[in-house]
Nanobody
Framework: HVQLVESGGGSVQAGGSLRLSCTFS????????LGWFRQAPGKEREAVVR???????KYADSVKDRFTISKDNDKNTLYLQMNMLKPEDTAIYYC????????????????????WGQGTQVTVS
């Protein structure tokens, strides 16, 4: 059983920054794709960014140039650095992982990821 534990959420003013972390109970190099999703109240869960085992990344247009995904294989941790935050970034953020290769150039849908964190709230005012 794989556990993903997130941390780093909180409340910030518009223009501020936060860094989310997601620590895995298993070596993250065993996963082909890692991703961050978010879900705002009343909205569907949406993909924010994905990083593959080779380090390639794909960002949603809404966060491009503001968010940065990274991973530390030694610490089995996935990160999401969020800068220039906007009120519309307010949501619960989830990390996710899959052992399978996703279609090239796409972020992936929630159903394509097998493992999920519990979510962490990010509020931007």
């Amino acid at each position: 059983h794989v556990q993903l534990v997130e941390s780093g959420g909180g409340s910030v003013q518009a223009g501020g920054s936060l860094r989310l972390s997601c620590t895995f109970s298993r070596d993250i190099y065993t996963f082909y794709c890692l991703g961050w999703f978010r879900q705002a109240p009343g909205k569907e869960r949406e993909a924010v960014v994905r990083i593959d085992s080779d380090g390639s990344t794909k960002y949603a247009d809404s966060v491009k140039d503001r968010f940065t995904i990274s991973k530390d294989n030694d610490k089995n941790t996935l990160y999401l650095q969020m800068n220039m935050l906007k009120p519309e970034d307010t949501a619960i953020y989830y990390c996710a992982a899959t052992h399978y290769r996703l279609a090239f150039g796409l972020l992936g849908t929630p159903g394509e990821y097998q493992y999920w964190g519990q979510g962490t709230q990010v509020t931007v005012s």
